[in-house]
């Protein structure tokens, strides 16, 4: 089992920053992928970016060049550094964590922090 607990979201004007932190505990032998999703009102979840075992990242063309994905391997957490939010960036973000043990992947995701950027 893997519990994951984000920080970071919160309230910030358009052309503001913001850094997300997701920590995962809990019993499992590795975490194969971290990323960091969001959902909109109104709107199906979306990728924003996520990172593998081997540091490959892939994110969301909506925030390239703006959001910036790390990961810290002694700690297992996983960053989202934010930069020159827009309005459209209001989201609830969740952290995701994919474990892959014999060849079968199991998700968790953390409970969700609020990103709101004011125009």
């Known amino acids: 089992q893997v519990q994951l607990v984000e920080s970071g979201g919160g309230l910030v004007q358009a052309g503001g920053s913001l850094r997300l932190s997701c920590t995962a505990s809990?019993?499992?032998?590795?975490?194969?992928?971290m990323g960091w999703y969001r959902q909109a009102p109104g709107k199906q979840r979306e990728l924003v970016a996520d990172?593998?075992?081997?540091?490959?990242?892939n994110s969301a063309d909506s925030v390239k060049g703006r959001f910036t994905i790390s990961r810290d391997y002694a700690k297992n957490t996983v960053y989202l550094q934010m930069n020159s939010l827009k309005p459209e960036d209001t989201a609830v973000y969740y952290c995701k964590a994919r474990t892959t043990i014999w060849g079968l992947d199991r998700d968790y995701w953390g409970q969700g922090t609020q990103v709101t950027v004011s125009a």
């Open positions: 809990g019993s499992f032998p590795s975490i194969n992928v």
């Open positions: 990172i593998t075992a081997r540091g490959s990242t």
